[in-house]
């Protein structure tokens, strides 16, 4: 009997404790887990992240760059449709493609020159005889040269126009580069040739035409962009550089979006205001020009010798001019004439979009672009980002169509339209969608041109995103070395951050160079543009000297930018590692004190810069400092917080929580009545790092009465907007 | 040995039984439902509502009321002081009152009169020998009026100022009013009396002196306040009219928030602006008097009979002035002169703030407020609102301190500080916390004064709310009555909706008649402001007749105006029914077709108003005619989204994304750009309802040419804005 109850027993307890293994694990409960719990908490997948930056492939990107670069692809031209169509078939690819891509048009202002009166630039006697022509077309080196799609070299938006006059060399187009030669010359009725770089294209015209100046000619220096080279045989196709007849084209306009519609997109439908408001472009006609006619122009000057900082590697001492040529040149009393026929259309313009759509926050938005028009082929300029974006697309798409990932955020691609004539796509964009851009969208990514050349990768950003650069840029060997792209990068350009140490420095985004400036200035999103790029040790060039000319092509690109498409693949690599983590981290990769760092950096600046001069005026900067010192108290907190919760084990409305004072954190500096004027520029964080930079600033401090300036108007926003933003590191 | 593999069997069955019971349901999974996923889902708990509106008292609200009222509590006074106080010490009370509590200063620009100069009034002769005096205080029926801080009549920001000269009455003080009396009077130099109504405090001074007038009194016409009624013993304390020594207070001024410091908030660092630079107040001295002293001026007017709608019901026909008194008054020859002190100081003016967490969505916010300062003791207004919000104050801390009940959401309670003088307190809030404010407020819910009189609700809120409203109305009886507070509303003020036929009618917040104003119109929140109001079929009163007065005290409104409180209860119960299904709900009560309905009721009668008019100038309405269906459209499929959709099945983010969508709808309508020169009116759907009421709209389209005038800008703002919205109704 013992032996049978001891076998009852037994039986029963093996029973039982199958039963409750069976109860337990094989059976659902009714109220079990819904799977959106475990989702919801599902952080960034670190073998996805390998597995996607494997993928990305040089040989792909080089097809790419080949594909994008066949013809000219000027805005709105053929040759731009053309790309809209084939970034519409690979975004649509049912293997590799997007959820979905469409295309978005804007009729907007665009500036041409006239096919059959092309511009012209002369020298003309005082009986108008013509005694030299400019080139009307760069030299032909190779088939890309001669299509006929290729755009007469011009400055857009400058107006059509017949002048001429005596020419005197300016420079920069500064303003004090006129008021240097206003000093000994009637400028009344001249023409100016200046150099590019160092103030704005139109500036250069606008700012001649305060003296009288009645037309402005640019030309490219080959010193600041050739490390001096001018002959035939050391330029393009024998290297990078510039040849003697490579002219750069550019847009002539201070604001970016399109003219007519400030502020609106640029629909059928919306109102235009009338051309003669349009503001920021030149009053007299500008035309550039290479550096062989230049030659011809500047070396025949008369006058004073320029200043040594005027000089260039000419063949000969630039002059002032007298104004007009010395009496020894055959040009001798003769006039620079100027015969402009640009003529201003309305066009559709496209943004192509693509989207994959999130899994557990659709509503938050990652937003990734790059313009896909070009002056001419545009291999680097914009090609060269638009292969690395197609690339990435094609390894996520066919990750999401193979159902292998999808991520947690909505991701967007941007192809924009019309960003050389400035930034028009990307703005009439913002524009559109305004508020339902800022309220969800969590970071702009923007590559642009991705490789300038490729030393380092560079990068800049608002600060609170340099953190998840520096984590994408660890994960990625750079090109050409046995280090990372990260470590490569500390070696070319760092600074000592007071938390780090020595660190890569990321640059801020304080212009308007490319696409990024709608969303950061004027929506206030988290944005930055990654590229790779020069050592700053090996040449002087402003930028890869192609830019903007006939030159920019896939030979130019493949055979001296990145002839093993490797920092291409090293750009796709950093860049979608910080998409991928963007989308799909739980926790948004943003970093509060680093942005307190940076206002701290900002404001050290302003305050050697300001405080001593403003004590003098009675105007204490002490305000400012304790609102920054309050940013970074309150950043310390929220940083503090973070790092002691569980979020994997908290409600995803917490989760959310955070994010949301993550995402909005830029957005908190938006002031747009500090600058009422200048609404496109309205996020102020900027405004700290102005001093040393930008005129809309504490610079003007010196033109108005104490206590009643700008200035003060200027930095009590700061305060408040610096208090404003403190709020976004206080939970409830 | 069968009988034992039975048992044996047998036991192993049972054990293996309870095994998988005790398995299933005895044994917490490792992956069990975490607490937070039922908390997610819960929406608004009936019980409850039917619980917090039994418990809504009206002897709390009549001791809530006598409290505050005990003496006069003009902004930044000792009486204002001791209501500071007391509100602090209902929020922190242990067992009724909220999570925290505290006070918020500013240091706000006032005007107040002179204690020891007092504010002068009088008639007289050429040899400047004193005829008449006005009256300095009202007259005193009750202890109340006899207080020493019972402030002199004033027109606050008018400024200090001795003028005199002939007098002529003007009206409403309107531009067409002066326009009329310009027409065959020199008014240089002249004195204006006006009443009260048709026109702003402020304008009536401002337009008198652009007629070279030189002073401006405004008094209560009792045709417009008393219907008619003038003696003294028919008007308080023997029944709810004003007596005729009664003047209405009130500040001068148009712009709301503090006057030195427009747009960022009045801290001790902020950059104040010159006073020379404030715009919107009267720029010559104006003084308010009671009718019984207007009557002893107009009466004695020479000059032709003023038009029939200028007539009042004082003893006598009202003449327009000779300038000046008739020939056989005792009068005839004197000048009017006005001799005023008033001055302007910065004082601190507090803001009391109170909280109750949210339990799943702390980071959004339903606000809650009123203003707490009066002119005098503000029985009616405000302290009939305050009462009322300190009584489901009450109710709700005593849930919450009990453990019965936490929001789903955040709510916060504002007792805001200086209204009168310019809503000054929820401006300076509105700037101080601008982006964490517009990023996480779900509504604000305004109740200033809460009883007007006690025939019915009246309630003005954005269009997205009516609903809310409704629901909650439906839910309170109507004192007096055997109906709802929603059918007796039904009755007294309705109007015929598309959509459900005849429903109450809920007005628009175009003005900046109180708290709502900066809510509203600059951060774009949801707002509402509700109250218990007249039977309009009863009398004419522009408003309670004891409004701004030293009659409006306990004993007034508790004689005249609402004497059981149970209309205080019934607001009570409305607004905190709202409150509660605000901060519970699990999708936000908010309903974006009845916004496409509101949207579509102004834009028919833009174009009844317009459309003919503006087509012979070429300009089409059909843009915008589209934008507002598309609108329509999209607001419907949303709305099937939501009904569609098994809101507590849904993941918490999914239902997040529906709530923000909803929540910044209002926000949608936010254009800076549509009036730069109006910033704090940024809110632009009331535009579209503007044409009939506001001249900051497409009235002004006649004053421009065609196609390049403010009306084109504000159409394509409209359109553009519209557009905006839309996206708000689509997901991702």
Known sequence: MLKEVLLGVLTGAVALTIGILLGHFAIDKGSSVPDWVRDASRDVDESIIEKFLAELDTNQLRENLRE????????????????????????????TGLDSAWRENYKVYLSFPNKTSPNKVSVVDPANTVQFTAREREKVYKPDQEDPEVVQPYAAYSPAGNVKGKLVYANQG????????????????????????????????????????????????????????????????????????????????????????????????????????????????????????????????????????????????????????????????SNVHLDIYNTERLEYSANVMGIIRGSVEPDRYVIYGNHRDSWVHGAIDPSSGTAVMLEITRVLGKMVKEGKWRPRRSIIFGSWGAEEFGLIGSAEYTEEYFSKLSERTVAYINVDISVFANATLRASASPAAQS???????????????????????????????????????????????????????????????????????????????????????????????????????VARTAGNVLVRLADSLLLPFNCSDYAESLDQYLGQAVTAFEEKLAAKGISMEPLKKAVQLFRDTAAKLDRLIRDSDLAKETPLKVRQMNDQLMLLDRAFLDPLAFPEQYGFRYEAVLLKHPATNDRSLMNLNRHPPNHSPFVHVMSHLFAITCNAVWHHTGM
């Open 68 to 95: 994008l670069t066949k013809v000219p692809h000027m805005a709105t031209t053929p040759g731009d449709e053309a790309t809209v169509d084939f970034m519409l078939k690979r975004w649509q690819d049912p293997n």
């Open 468 to 570: 998840v650069i520096f984590t994408a840029s660890k994960q990625v060997k750079a090109p050409g070395t046995t280090t990372t792209v990260y470590e490569n990068w500390k070696q070319y350009s760092n600074r000592t951050s007071p938390n780090y140490g020595i660190i890569p420095n990321v640059g801020f985004l304080t212009g308007a160079g490319s696409d990024y400036a709608a969303f950061m200035h004027y929506l206030g999103i988290t944005s930055m543009d990654i590229s790779y790029f020069y050592d700053r040790s090996k040449t002087r060039a402003r930028i890869y000297p192609a830019y903007h000319t006939a030159y920019d092509t896939f030979d130019y690109a493949s055979t001296y930018i990145d002839p093993g498409f490797t920092s291409h693949q090293a």
């Open 174 to 333: 500064k303003m004090s580069d006129y008021e240097l030669l206003n000093r000994t010359l009637d400028l009344t009725g001249t023409i100016a040739i200046t150099r590019y770089g160092g103030e704005g294209r139109s500036k250069k015209a606008i700012n001649a035409a305060k003296f009288g100046i009645v037309g402005v000619l640019v030309y490219t220096e080959p010193y600041d962009m050739n490390d001096g080279l001018v002959s035939e045989s050391e330029t393009y196709p024998h290297s990078w550089y510039l040849p003697p007849s490579g002219v750069e084209r550019g847009s002539y306009n201070i604001d970016f979006g399109d003219l007519l519609t400030p502020y609106l997109a640029a629909k059928d439908d919306t109102y235009r205001i009338p051309k003669e408001d349009i503001t920021g472009i030149p009053p007299i006609p500008a035309q550039p020009i290479g550096f062989e006619d230049a030659e011809r122009l500047i070396c025949e000057l008369d006058g004073d010798d320029a200043p040594n900082e005027w000089q260039g590697s000419l063949n000969c001492t630039y002059k002032l001019g007298g104004p007009g040529f010395k009496s020894t040149s055959t040009f001798n009393n």
